[in-house]
Protein backbone atom coordinates (compact mmCIF):
# COMPACT_ATOMS: atom_id res chain seq x y z
CA UNK A 1 0.00 0.00 0.00
CA UNK A 2 2.81 2.91 0.95
CA UNK A 3 4.33 1.93 -2.59
CA UNK A 4 0.89 2.55 -4.16
CA UNK A 5 1.65 5.41 -7.20
CA UNK A 6 -0.17 8.86 -6.18
CA UNK A 7 -2.28 10.00 -9.60
CA UNK A 8 -5.00 12.85 -9.40
CA UNK A 9 -7.99 11.13 -7.66
CA UNK A 10 -5.77 11.26 -4.18
CA UNK A 11 -5.90 15.13 -4.15
CA UNK A 12 -8.16 17.28 -2.50
CA UNK A 13 -9.93 19.31 -5.43
CA UNK A 14 -11.40 22.80 -4.79
CA UNK A 15 -14.66 21.63 -5.73
CA UNK A 16 -14.35 19.00 -2.91
CA UNK A 17 -13.75 21.81 -0.78
CA UNK A 18 -16.50 23.66 -2.33
CA UNK A 19 -18.93 21.02 -1.81
CA UNK A 20 -17.97 20.78 1.68
CA UNK A 21 -18.83 24.38 2.43
CA UNK A 22 -16.03 26.38 1.78
CA UNK A 23 -15.23 29.09 -1.25
CA UNK A 24 -12.16 30.28 -2.39
CA UNK A 25 -11.27 33.50 -0.97
CA UNK A 26 -9.96 36.09 -3.97
CA UNK A 27 -6.60 38.16 -4.06
CA UNK A 28 -8.31 41.62 -4.32
CA UNK A 29 -11.05 40.79 -1.81
CA UNK A 30 -7.87 39.71 0.85
CA UNK A 31 -6.39 42.78 0.11
CA UNK A 32 -9.40 44.73 1.19
CA UNK A 33 -9.17 45.64 5.14
CA UNK A 34 -12.60 45.12 5.11
CA UNK A 35 -12.64 41.52 4.86
CA UNK A 36 -10.66 40.88 7.78
CA UNK A 37 -13.84 40.96 10.17
CA UNK A 38 -12.44 39.40 13.58
CA UNK A 39 -14.35 36.58 14.95
CA UNK A 40 -17.04 37.30 17.30
CA UNK A 41 -14.43 35.92 20.38
CA UNK A 42 -12.03 38.04 18.58
CA UNK A 43 -10.33 41.56 19.94
CA UNK A 44 -9.66 43.96 17.20
CA UNK A 45 -6.70 43.59 14.82
CA UNK A 46 -3.80 46.14 14.64
CA UNK A 47 -3.68 45.66 10.71
CA UNK A 48 -0.27 48.42 11.26
CA UNK A 49 1.66 45.89 13.28
CA UNK A 50 3.24 42.14 12.52
CA UNK A 51 4.26 39.28 14.03
CA UNK A 52 7.42 40.89 16.09
CA UNK A 53 4.72 42.15 18.52
CA UNK A 54 5.07 39.62 20.84
CA UNK A 55 7.72 40.11 23.05
CA UNK A 56 10.40 37.31 23.79
CA UNK A 57 12.53 37.30 26.80
CA UNK A 58 14.70 34.71 25.71
CA UNK A 59 16.24 33.27 22.47
CA UNK A 60 18.19 29.97 22.41
CA UNK A 61 21.48 30.76 20.54
CA UNK A 62 23.53 28.06 18.70
CA UNK A 63 26.51 28.46 16.69
CA UNK A 64 26.98 31.35 14.24
CA UNK A 65 25.56 29.97 11.10
CA UNK A 66 23.56 26.94 12.81
CA UNK A 67 19.78 26.83 12.94
CA UNK A 68 18.35 27.98 16.14
CA UNK A 69 14.90 28.41 17.96
CA UNK A 70 13.92 32.12 17.52
CA UNK A 71 11.05 31.99 19.50
CA UNK A 72 13.35 30.96 23.05
CA UNK A 73 10.67 28.27 24.11
CA UNK A 74 10.10 24.07 23.08
CA UNK A 75 6.16 25.20 22.95
CA UNK A 76 5.42 28.26 21.18
CA UNK A 77 2.02 28.01 19.05
CA UNK A 78 3.78 29.23 15.61
CA UNK A 79 6.01 26.25 15.91
CA UNK A 80 3.19 23.17 17.23
CA UNK A 81 3.90 20.23 15.20
CA UNK A 82 0.82 18.25 14.16
CA UNK A 83 0.94 15.02 12.45
CA UNK A 84 0.10 11.50 12.82
CA UNK A 85 2.88 11.21 15.76
CA UNK A 86 1.57 14.18 17.28
CA UNK A 87 -2.10 15.58 17.59
CA UNK A 88 -3.08 18.40 18.51
CA UNK A 89 -2.36 19.77 22.13
CA UNK A 90 -5.25 19.18 24.30
CA UNK A 91 -5.76 22.80 25.67
CA UNK A 92 -4.43 24.58 22.41
CA UNK A 93 -6.83 27.64 22.04
CA UNK A 94 -7.08 30.08 19.22
CA UNK A 95 -9.09 33.08 18.12
CA UNK A 96 -10.25 33.45 14.62
CA UNK A 97 -10.49 35.86 11.93
CA UNK A 98 -12.90 36.01 8.86
CA UNK A 99 -11.22 36.81 5.56
CA UNK A 100 -13.47 35.90 2.77
CA UNK A 101 -15.88 33.56 1.46
CA UNK A 102 -16.19 32.73 4.86
CA UNK A 103 -12.92 31.16 5.63
CA UNK A 104 -11.07 31.99 8.61
CA UNK A 105 -7.78 31.60 10.18
CA UNK A 106 -5.78 32.16 13.30
CA UNK A 107 -5.97 36.06 13.55
CA UNK A 108 -2.09 36.31 14.62
CA UNK A 109 -1.05 35.47 11.18
CA UNK A 110 -3.41 37.67 9.35
CA UNK A 111 -0.76 40.77 9.19
CA UNK A 112 1.71 38.51 7.11
CA UNK A 113 -0.78 37.06 5.68
CA UNK A 114 -2.18 40.16 3.75
CA UNK A 115 1.52 41.54 3.35
CA UNK A 116 2.37 38.15 1.44
CA UNK A 117 -0.81 38.68 -0.91
CA UNK A 118 0.06 42.08 -1.54
CA UNK A 119 3.53 41.35 -2.30
CA UNK A 120 2.49 38.52 -4.57
CA UNK A 121 -0.20 40.99 -6.17
CA UNK A 122 2.54 43.61 -6.78
CA UNK A 123 4.55 41.10 -9.05
CA UNK A 124 1.89 39.99 -10.65
CA UNK A 125 0.86 36.80 -9.19
CA UNK A 126 -2.80 35.84 -8.16
CA UNK A 127 -3.24 34.07 -5.37
CA UNK A 128 -6.71 32.10 -4.11
CA UNK A 129 -7.04 30.77 -0.61
CA UNK A 130 -9.43 28.16 -1.11
CA UNK A 131 -9.03 26.14 2.26
CA UNK A 132 -7.74 27.61 5.77
CA UNK A 133 -9.08 26.79 9.31
CA UNK A 134 -11.05 23.69 9.67
CA UNK A 135 -13.14 22.46 12.54
CA UNK A 136 -12.97 18.79 13.83
CA UNK A 137 -16.46 18.04 13.08
CA UNK A 138 -15.16 19.60 8.74
CA UNK A 139 -12.07 17.61 8.93
CA UNK A 140 -14.03 14.18 9.84
CA UNK A 141 -16.32 15.05 7.30
CA UNK A 142 -14.04 15.64 4.95
CA UNK A 143 -11.64 12.58 5.76
CA UNK A 144 -14.59 10.20 5.65
CA UNK A 145 -15.72 11.47 2.57
CA UNK A 146 -12.31 10.49 1.12
CA UNK A 147 -12.43 7.02 2.90
CA UNK A 148 -15.60 6.33 0.99
CA UNK A 149 -14.47 7.58 -2.37
CA UNK A 150 -11.99 4.61 -1.96
CA UNK A 151 -14.02 1.67 -0.71
CA UNK A 152 -16.53 2.58 -3.16
CA UNK A 153 -13.97 1.96 -5.53
CA UNK A 154 -13.52 -1.76 -3.80
CA UNK A 155 -10.84 -0.87 -1.00
CA UNK A 156 -10.65 -2.51 2.04
CA UNK A 157 -11.70 0.11 4.90
CA UNK A 158 -8.22 -0.26 6.35
CA UNK A 159 -6.82 0.55 2.72
CA UNK A 160 -8.89 3.48 2.28
CA UNK A 161 -8.18 4.53 5.67
CA UNK A 162 -4.56 4.28 5.11
CA UNK A 163 -4.20 5.74 1.42
CA UNK A 164 -6.56 8.90 2.84
CA UNK A 165 -3.99 9.55 5.25
CA UNK A 166 -2.13 10.61 3.16
CA UNK A 167 -3.81 13.34 1.35
CA UNK A 168 -6.03 14.62 3.93
CA UNK A 169 -4.80 14.65 7.47
CA UNK A 170 -6.66 12.38 10.10
CA UNK A 171 -8.94 14.56 12.54
CA UNK A 172 -7.64 15.40 15.61
CA UNK A 173 -3.90 16.02 13.88
CA UNK A 174 -4.84 18.40 11.02
CA UNK A 175 -2.50 21.98 11.15
CA UNK A 176 -6.13 23.44 9.76
CA UNK A 177 -7.37 23.10 12.87
CA UNK A 178 -5.00 25.36 14.09
CA UNK A 179 -5.89 27.85 11.70
CA UNK A 180 -2.34 27.87 10.53
CA UNK A 181 -2.06 26.51 7.41
CA UNK A 182 -3.45 27.23 3.80
CA UNK A 183 -4.44 25.90 0.80
CA UNK A 184 -3.60 27.85 -2.23
CA UNK A 185 -3.94 28.09 -6.09
CA UNK A 186 -4.37 30.69 -8.80
CA UNK A 187 -6.82 31.74 -10.72
CA UNK A 188 -5.41 29.24 -14.03
CA UNK A 189 -4.49 25.70 -11.73
CA UNK A 190 -7.56 25.75 -9.70
CA UNK A 191 -6.12 22.12 -8.48
CA UNK A 192 -4.24 21.59 -5.66
CA UNK A 193 -2.10 18.50 -7.50
CA UNK A 194 1.58 18.25 -8.01
CA UNK A 195 0.64 20.57 -11.19
CA UNK A 196 0.68 24.03 -9.16
CA UNK A 197 4.03 24.33 -8.50
CA UNK A 198 4.76 25.10 -12.80
CA UNK A 199 2.45 27.67 -12.15
CA UNK A 200 3.99 31.36 -11.71
CA UNK A 201 1.53 31.20 -8.34
CA UNK A 202 3.73 27.99 -7.42
CA UNK A 203 7.43 29.23 -7.75
CA UNK A 204 6.39 32.71 -6.49
CA UNK A 205 5.67 31.27 -3.49
CA UNK A 206 8.30 28.91 -2.84
CA UNK A 207 10.16 31.54 -3.36
CA UNK A 208 9.02 34.08 -1.42
CA UNK A 209 6.72 32.66 1.32
CA UNK A 210 9.12 32.64 3.60
CA UNK A 211 10.00 35.83 4.00
CA UNK A 212 6.34 36.44 5.61
CA UNK A 213 6.75 33.47 7.78
CA UNK A 214 5.34 30.64 5.42
CA UNK A 215 6.60 27.10 4.96
CA UNK A 216 6.40 24.92 2.08
CA UNK A 217 4.60 21.97 4.52
CA UNK A 218 4.89 19.25 2.91
CA UNK A 219 7.95 19.78 0.56
CA UNK A 220 8.84 17.42 -2.60
CA UNK A 221 10.71 13.72 -1.38
CA UNK A 222 9.83 14.01 2.36
CA UNK A 223 6.39 12.27 2.62
CA UNK A 224 8.08 9.41 4.61
CA UNK A 225 8.96 12.28 7.37
CA UNK A 226 5.82 14.40 6.91
CA UNK A 227 3.14 11.26 6.12
CA UNK A 228 1.85 13.62 3.70
CA UNK A 229 1.90 13.43 -0.07
CA UNK A 230 3.42 16.29 -1.43
CA UNK A 231 1.60 19.02 -1.79
CA UNK A 232 2.92 22.57 -3.33
CA UNK A 233 -0.13 24.33 -2.47
CA UNK A 234 -0.24 24.21 0.99
CA UNK A 235 1.56 26.70 3.82
CA UNK A 236 1.56 26.92 6.63
CA UNK A 237 2.84 29.74 9.03
CA UNK A 238 5.73 29.51 11.56
CA UNK A 239 6.87 33.02 11.40
CA UNK A 240 9.88 34.86 9.89
CA UNK A 241 12.63 33.54 11.72
CA UNK A 242 11.94 29.92 11.58
CA UNK A 243 10.42 30.11 8.57
CA UNK A 244 13.47 31.15 6.36
CA UNK A 245 15.40 29.02 8.24
CA UNK A 246 13.45 26.16 6.76
CA UNK A 247 12.99 27.27 3.37
CA UNK A 248 16.55 27.99 2.98
CA UNK A 249 17.76 24.80 3.98
CA UNK A 250 15.21 22.81 2.63
CA UNK A 251 13.73 20.86 5.28
CA UNK A 252 10.35 20.01 6.49
CA UNK A 253 8.87 21.44 10.02
CA UNK A 254 9.55 17.89 11.25
CA UNK A 255 12.97 18.02 10.38
CA UNK A 256 13.88 21.18 11.60
CA UNK A 257 12.36 21.06 15.01
CA UNK A 258 15.04 18.33 15.52
CA UNK A 259 17.70 20.28 14.60
CA UNK A 260 16.87 22.66 16.69
CA UNK A 261 16.63 20.45 19.80
CA UNK A 262 12.74 20.77 19.87
CA UNK A 263 11.91 17.23 19.12
Not at 7 to 12: E, L
Not at 33 to 53: L, M, P, Q, R, W
Not at 70 to 98: C, F, T, V
Amino acid sequence: LLTRSYNDDNFMTVAEFIEAGENPARIDELLSFNVFEAAKNSDDIDESADEGEIVLESIDETDEGGLKNPYGSAYDWRLILANKQNPLPEDHEIKLAGISGGLKVDERILAPLKRMFAAAKADGVDLYVCSAYRSHDRQTTLFNNKIKRYTAQGMTYLDAYTLASFSVTVPGTSEHELGLALDIVTPEYTELTEGFEDTDAGRWLKENAGDYGFILRYPKGKSNITGIIYEPGHYRYVGEEAAKQIMDNDLSLEEYLIEIGIR
